[in-house]
């Protein structure tokens, strides 16, 4: 059974629903702000599958966080986190490739050029 979000703060709906319109948002904008906030963190920081994080953020089927978070993103779950992979393994290699290099940083390459005059 879900739980009325107004009554667990101790606000009726009306006084929930007040608080929400000065900022420009409704109560089940910032639920799917929420939900897109927690799945996102959920493909990058775990392994979980996308019907396990369907079922924690309040969703009954894989499909239905599959439409939402597509239409969030830009991208499926799958794609996300596939993405993200990518991304981790650009920068290791990067990070890699870094420290065995003994060069200076671009910014500072020209600095020893530079003679200090007394």
């Known amino acids: 059974?879900?739980?009325?979000?107004?009554?667990?703060?101790r606000w009726g709906p009306r006084t929930l629903q007040r608080r929400?319109?000065?900022?420009?948002?409704?109560?089940w904008a910032l639920v799917e702000q929420s939900r897109f906030k927690i799945s996102s963190a959920f493909l990058r920081e775990t392994d979980l599958k996308?019907?396990?994080?369907?079922?924690?953020?309040g969703y009954s089927t894989p499909a239905w966080?599959?439409?939402a978070f597509t239409k969030w993103a830009g991208y499926s779950p799958n794609a996300y986190r596939?993405?993200?992979?990518?991304?981790?393994?650009?920068?290791?290699?990067?990070r890699e490739k870094g420290r065995s290099e003994t060069r200076q940083p671009v910014a500072f390459?020209?600095?020893s050029d530079v003679t200090e005059e007394t």
Do not use: K
């Open 82 to 94: 596939s993405a993200l992979s990518d991304v981790h393994r650009r920068a290791a290699e990067w």
């Open 50 to 57: 996308t019907q396990e994080i369907a079922a924690s953020i």
């Open 65 to 67: 966080i599959a439409r």
């Open 109 to 111: 390459a020209s600095c």
């Open 1 to 9: 059974m879900r739980e009325n979000p107004a009554f667990l703060i």
């Open 20 to 27: 929400l319109n000065p900022h420009g948002i409704g109560f």
